[in-house]
């Protein structure tokens, strides 16, 4: 019977240098050539999932910016962005309180010109981007997005920034002091159930890797949460399997350990 598997981009399919392991490219063949599917399920927006290597590996669809955004077989079949009052709101309040912010969209990104000077995922933000990198200060024009990160720093009114956007979005810390910003009741989780009524799948049915905190949720709502070797430990707390590292063959043998390759 054939399967669904839903795959973590970061610290999953790829490290931090963004290398593929060779036998994860093979493993996703394989899948593929054995009849299941495969999707990405990132917490990335659509716009900065942009690596051909990563693109051409065969994928049948994706989830995007944590299950606001998915598209399979090139088309866009549901996306839920973020009102104009909540984005000028972001801007307005994250600014006041020294808080540099990413915006996430589905073909843009919009970024603060001031407080990323130490962040090397900036630097590749505007790299990758190019022309759909824009600077927020002075922008004009709309702004679409499905979510949005931002980093604590030296000055950062944090406590105001939790109070102002609590009920709103799930906050989720990450490593290296970057804050995620997810719209509440909007998750992998919800992502992978909108796709599963859509194709008609079971849930329960469905495998999924990941190795993170926006991971989790994830993790356990398909059949089968699998973290990666080098998962933060709450996400290995919950996962059904754990396997290897990403570059110990982790996605190879975890589809191997449940007969899918």
């Given at each position: ?201 079971p849930v329960e049915e469905t495998f999924a890797m990941g190795d993170s905190v926006n991971d989790i949720e994830m993790l356990q709502s398909v059949g089968c949460g699998i ?35």
């Open positions: 019977m054939s399967k669904t598997v839903f795959f973590d981009i970061d610290g999953t399919l790829w490290d931090e240098r963004m290398n593929i392991p060779d036998s994860t490219i093979e493993a996703i063949a394989a899948l593929k050539a054995n009849g299941h599917r495969a999707f990405l399920c990132t917490g990335r927006a659509r716009a900065s999932v942009n690596s051909d290597k990563l693109l051409n590996m065969g994928f049948d669809g994706m989830i995007a910016a944590c299950g606001n955004y998915i598209e399979m077989d090139d088309k866009v079949i549901y996306e839920k962005d973020l009102s104009c009052d909540m984005v000028e709101k972001i801007i307005r309040v994250l600014s006041e309180c020294r808080m540099p912010v990413v915006l996430e969209g589905s073909t843009d990104y919009w970024i603060d010109d001031e407080g990323f000077e130490d962040d090397p995922y900036v630097d590749y933000l505007f790299e990758s981007l190019g022309e759909h990198a824009h600077i927020i200060r002075g922008y004009e024009g709309d702004i679409r997005v499905n979510k949005f990160s931002a980093d604590i720093i030296d000055g950062t009114d944090y406590e105001r920034v939790k109070k102002e956007f609590s009920d709103d979005f799930l906050i989720l810390e990450h490593e290296e002091n970057v804050v995620e910003f997810v719209p509440r009741g909007t998750s992998k989780a919800t992502g992978i159930k909108w796709l599963c009524s859509h194709l008609d799948i973290a990666m070797g080098n998962a933060t430990p709450p996400v290995k707390e919950i996962a059904d399997y754990v396997t290897t590292d990403i570059m110990k063959d982790g996605v190879k043998n975890a589809l191997i350990h449940y007969g899918l390759i």
